[in-house]
């Protein structure tokens, strides 16, 4: 198992001013893993995919990429390593098309002469190509997002993180804002990745989500880290109870 | 995606309504255009497309477009910036005492655009760096800062006369000799050329280069803008400064047409561009509009102000009906984001 580890942290903590926001946490990620994260509002679970994205740096505590002790200084020194985000706030724009939002900050350009300039051609061809290599369907590329319901705008937040070969991928409530029947979708989605050979950490309220595509969960209550099992070993009261503080 | 939703979308979509909406989202403004010209060419059948009337609709827009363009770049990243014709007015003003200073004259015509771009960089700044709440707030300020110090420098009077090389640019004439015979008294403006030529740059600016496709995002969501990396404040003083330019271009254009520099000069035509680019479709919350439909704003205006001259219509109900074209440009945009977009 542990050859195949991708990510560790090593107690980590984080502390804003007196508050304690996580405490020695303790998490490892293995290669085409789904973890689940669990824990009631203000376990730490945001804080510590923050710190794990290098969002925030932590107060004490050591992050491991491919088993390498690394230091992150922002958002960007985490997707050179290959790992991304997915925003729950869908950090998208409505006005552009897909493609343009999967590869936004990152256009394929093309040089003429002194000047760059975008590579519509190859975008679009990208696009299609990674659309299909998730099983994402859309119509076409070319449409805008603001037209997309709401699984399908997070299918394209979850194909934009991954367009770039991302070996890790964390989502924060990936369904929480989907309509019931688009739930599916979204998980349906999750297991592709994992059969893609991308570990994925999965921040989620809800059991269906955790019960459905995760190997493997784990508790935080109160910063600190307070349960983990293999998802056979385990059942929907019994990380309820975590979530509450309860362990039998 | 479900064969019901499918099922859903299709029905939704199939409706004549929506489904024309694109096709006049496109190509409804250049209708517009089209109705206009036929209309006053059936009531001005001698006057209105005469060479001599349709150059000097040219003419007239061709600097006014300058800061519609630099406006409307402003207007898709949600911003707004009122300053554009106090920045003409100052850069007119530059031009004109260092004309008079007896600088060569490839100093001068660099003058108004140098100003332009300076001014506009402060706004840039202003907006990012002093963390305005709204960039209507810098730019108001800039209003009154810029056309103050216009009248600091010149003493509030008018400058007039500049070297026929100055003047080229707004006044010059491309002489069709060769097509309508010796002595012909047609000809093409150089400032349609320069507008022209200027409106292609920036629409491959605006299309095909990365930076212009960050400008429609931060329009769209400055919160996706950055977390994709993109630096939205030096992209901001990159539009900011790029609008400041163009009023100067737009002020180098007037220098050569009005062969002065005065005190009203480019009063409220802020306004102006800022009712062109809402014509052309662009929307005011940001993100949304093209170089095409700027253009078109800007003739929609110009012919409209021209025809209603030509029919001696008084300048009062030019105001009323200019007024009248925004808010109906308005309300269409919001018909259509009301229906194109699913929520």
Redo the contacts between chains.
Sequence with gaps: MSDNLVLEAKSVSKFFGTITALQNVDLHLNKGEVLGVVGDNGAGKSTLMKVLSGLYKPSEGSLFFDKEKVTLNS??DS?NLGLEMV?Q?L??????PIG??IF????P?RKVGP????D?KKRKQLTEEHLAKLKI??KSADQKV????GG?RQAVAIARATAFNAKIVLMDEPTAALAV?EVG?VLDLILNLKKLGVSVIVISHRMDDIFTVCDRVMALFQGTNFAQSELKNTSRDEVIGWIMGKKD | MDHGEERLMDKNQETLFVRLIPFFERYGILLLILIMIAVLHLLQPDVFLSWRNVTNVFKQVSWQSMLALGVFMVIVTAGIDLSVGSIIMLSLMGLAIASKAGMPWYVVMLVAPAIGFLCGMFNGIGITLLRMPHPFIMTLGTLYIFRGIGNLISGGVPITGFAEEIRVIGNGKIKLDAFFGEGAREYIPTSLILMIVIFFIFWIFLNHTRIGKWIYAIGGNPGAARAAGINVDRILIVVYTLCGFLAGIGGLILAGRTNSAYPNAGLQSELDAIAAVIIGGASFFGGRGTVLGVFAGVMIMGILRNGLNLMNVSVFWQQVLIGSIIILAVYIDVLRRQLATRT
């Excluded at chain 1, 936004?104 to 256009?107: F, H, V, W």
């Excluded at chain 1, 603001?146 to 319901?149: A, D, G, I, K, Y």
């Design positions: 958002p960007r997707q925003y706030d950090a998208l724009a409505g006005n552009l343009d939002n936004l900050g990152r256009e350009t000047f760059n300039f975008l519509h369907n859309v603001e037209e997309l319901s399908q029947k979708k």
